[in-house]
């Protein structure tokens, strides 16, 4: 099924949207029906986790960190990872620009915007992000290159409202887009939508959207 489960996603996504097959607490084998069927890109969110299937699994996957990240873990995949989804502190990618300068890479970010009306969700506000790209300790870290933003919409079947929530992000990325000019800042994508809302996001300007179940089925567990 992950097979056709692929293949009907993509063949209902727009060429300029990338697709990122959340793989979390699904087994190898998962991931390798995944990778014979032409999948590239994975999507983790525990650091551990992550490591063990990079070393199981083919070298030309891209791995991504969709999770929340402890800054303590991030020298653990600091020589694969291809890009980091949760970023919501300067102090977050001051440690990730360290790791990645023990590795001679550039590791690409994203900031996470918080945009959904629940209080559990982590992020960014708008003005937090503004300040971060505008801060004087951005201009130092070599190492990291922040190419866009994620967000994550409330859980709600409420289409205007996940609409508005995605719109307001999509309005913001195109706004700092026209006026941030850092060197290692290149504003390109807009990481937005899952499973359960990633039309919806797409719609509103999402250019890569990060899909589990959809995919692999159902966890066992909320995560
Ligand atoms: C688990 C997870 C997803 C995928 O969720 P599905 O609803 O299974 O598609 C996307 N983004 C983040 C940040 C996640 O933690």
């Not at 991931?31 to 983790?44: H, K, P, V």
């Not at 409202?161 to 990325?173: A, G």
Request: hydrophobic share 40%; proline share 1%.
């Amino acid at each position: 099924m992950i097979k056709e489960n692929l293949l009907k996603i993509k063949q209902s996504i727009p060429e300029n949207v990338t697709l990122v097959a959340v793989s979390k607490t699904k087994p190898i084998e998962d991931l390798q029906e995944a990778y014979d069927a032409g999948q590239r890109i994975f999507g983790e969110n525990k650091i551990q986790e992550m490591v063990d299937k990079y070393d199981a699994l083919p070298k030309d996957i891209q791995w991504q960190m969709i999770g929340h990240l402890q800054s303590n873990k991030v020298k653990y995949m600091a020589h694969f990872v291809d890009l980091i989804h949760g970023v919501d502190k300067l102090k977050t990618l001051v440690e990730i620009n360290k790791q990645a300068k023990k590795h001679n890479r550039i590791i690409n970010c994203l900031l996470q915007a918080r945009i959904a009306k629940e209080d559990t969700k982590f992020g960014l506000t708008f003005d937090e992000i503004e300040a971060v790209l505008s801060s004087e300790k951005i201009t130092e870290l070599q190492n990291i290159k922040i190419v866009g933003f994620m967000g994550m919409a409330t859980f709600t079947d409420d289409e205007l409202q996940l609409s508005e929530e995605f719109s307001s992000l999509k309005n913001f990325f195109e706004a700092q887009k026209a006026k941030t000019v850092l060197k290692n800042c290149n504003l390109e994508i807009l990481s937005m939508g899952m499973s359960g809302d990633y039309q919806l996001a797409i719609k509103n300007g999402s250019t890569m959207i990060r899909v589990g179940s959809s995919i692999f089925g159902n966890r066992n567990y909320n995560l």
